[in-house]
Structures are given as structure tokens and as C-alpha cells.
Nanobody, 126 residues
Framework: VQLQASGGGLVQAGGSLRLSCAAS??????MGWFRQAPGKEREFVAA????????NYADSVKGRFTISRDIRKNTVYLQMTVLKSEDTAVYYC??????????????????????WGQGTQVTVSS
């Protein structure tokens, strides 16, 4: 599946931003968001099941970020609030065709079968 991420930008600390990830086909893939800051490894942010009923978040974003999906639009969203400077990174959306219990995304990681979008830059100024 091809993924197209959008919605990044520059925002002040404490502000909000919503990222979108449009998938090329209608599917019930497990989908998620990862981010990578300069000089750091790619890290898990959030994941959502194919039906949208189950979610998982990194501890660092719990209570501030919300992942959701609109199956009719083949789109996954990441609503980010109370942004901090440490949230600055390139954000990547990801998709996995496995079931939720089998998907590495549900466990906060990725695998060789994970599909990636092109990334969108989020910069939080303090």
C-alpha cells in the first residue's frame, strides 16, 4: 500500500497540529505513526487497529496525541496537542497487513513488511 503523509509544519510549544496519512487502497491494515529526530533512531508514536477500535501509544505522547482513522476515506490521523520541543521530528506513517495481535505496530515496533509514507516535518519552537 502507498501512503501519503501531510499536515506537518512549524508550531509553538503548547500548540496543536493534525497529521494525515492517506492510503492508496481501502484496507483494514494496522496503521501507525513513527518519528525520527536528527541523530536519533526512528521511534514509535502510535498505532491503530484495522477497525479503529484498538489503539496503542508511546508513553511520551499518551494524553497529548490521539490516533484515529476514517475507513471510508482510507485515512489515518494523528491529532497532536500540547506540543513540546522534544516532539520535533520527521513523522512517518506506517501500515502493516497483519492482524492487530500479529502486527509489530501494535507492539510499538516495525518489521520488514511494514510500508512507509514519505514523512512530514514537525517543528515545535520553544
Amino acid at each position: 500500500v502507498q501512503l501519503q503523509a501531510s499536515g506537518g509544519g512549524l508550531v509553538q510549544a503548547g500548540g496543536s497540529l493534525r497529521l494525515s496519512c492517506a492510503a492508496s487502497t481501502r484496507s483494514h491494515y494496522v496503521m501507525g505513526w513513527f518519528r525520527q529526530a536528527p541523530g536519533k533512531e526512528r521511534e514509535f508514536v502510535a498505532a491503530i487497529s484495522g477497525t479503529g477500535h484498538i489503539t496503542n501509544y508511546a508513553d511520551s505522547v499518551k494524553g497529548r496525541f490521539t490516533i484515529s482513522r476514517d475507513i471510508r476515506k482510507n485515512t489515518v490521523y494523528l491529532q497532536m496537542t500540547v506540543l513540546k520541543s522534544e516532539d520535533t521530528a520527521v513523522y512517518y506513517c506506517a501500515a502493516d497487513s497483519s492482524s492487530w495481535v500479529r502486527s509489530p505496530l501494535s507492539k510499538g515496533t516495525y518489521g520488514t513488511g511494514t510500508d512507509w509514507g514519505q514523512g512530514t516535518q514537525v517543528t515545535v519552537s520553544s
